[in-house]
């Protein structure tokens, strides 16, 4: 089945402890995104990809750091998360700049 | 990206047509329209998209007014797993971002 997976799907932790929520995708796409939504702001882009070792920033990056060693896996990394950066998270991939874009289930951080 | 416009929420009873609108007036020559839904508690869902000619999928269908200056999202025959929010995006297929930008959408509530 093709699919997004994140893990964890929750998570609570404390301001400074570094962090890192994982995505994968079983379709051998070229592109991966990481998104976040807020209440009233809806989803806004982080970083994106668009193949290995290519990696650009989006709309919100400040705090967050990628990386994609392998074409599969986009982890998110929150190297001293801070508060503001409790949200709901989500992972998407896609095969081309029209092709469907796959989510992920989301992951839902609390930092405290 | 060119800016769409939906209504807040709409109703709709089960096993009813819904048509959901979209206004997107500055579309430019080479934006598709999409459709994303998302579901309480899920991450966004592909639906359809298209760029001049009416589309239809298992899903839906997608009427694009000749003047491209809006479209229509059909759900043939609503279920009560169709309640979700609903957003049309304008994608350029240009660029080195396949970003979509996600505005409010439309909350679709359907009734037993």
């Known amino acids: 089945e093709a699919q997004v997976t994140q893990n964890p799907r929750y998570l609570i932790t404390v301001t400074g402890k570094k962090l890192t929520v994982t995505c994968s995708q079983n379709?051998?796409?070229?592109?991966m995104s990481w998104y976040r939504q807020d209440p009233g702001l809806g989803l806004r882009q982080i970083y994106y990809?668009?193949?290995?070792?290519?990696?650009d920033k989006g709309d919100v990056p400040e705090g967050y750091k990628v990386s994609r060693k392998e074409k599969r896996n986009f982890p998110l990394i929150l190297e001293s998360p801070s508060p503001n950066q409790t949200s709901l998270y989500f992972c998407?991939?896609?095969?081309?700049?029209?092709?469907?874009?796959?989510f992920g289930p989301g992951t839902r951080l609390t930092v405290t | 990206d060119a800016k769409t416009t939906q209504p807040n929420s709409m109703e709709s009873n089960e096993e009813e047509p819904v048509h959901l609108p979209c206004n997107h007036s500055?579309?430019?020559?080479?934006?598709?329209i999409h459709w994303y839904r998302q579901l309480p508690s899920q991450g966004p869902e592909y639906v359809i998209h298209?760029?001049?000619s009416n589309v239809n999928n298992r899903m839906a269908s997608l009427a694009i007014a000749e003047d491209r200056k809006s479209s229509t999202l059909i759900l043939h025959r609503a279920t009560l797993r169709d309640a979700a929010v609903y957003y049309c995006?304008?994608?350029?297929?240009?660029?080195?971002?396949?970003?979509?930008?996600f505005g409010k959408g439309t909350l679709l509530t359907v009734n037993p």
């Open positions: 998407a991939s896609s095969r081309g700049s029209v092709n469907e874009q796959y």
């Open positions: 379709m051998n796409h070229e592109y």
């Open positions: 990809s668009m193949n290995v070792e290519v990696t």
């Open positions: 500055t579309i430019s020559g080479t934006d598709y």
């Open positions: 298209g760029l001049t």
């Open positions: 995006i304008l994608r350029d297929p240009g660029g080195s971002n396949y970003k979509l930008t």
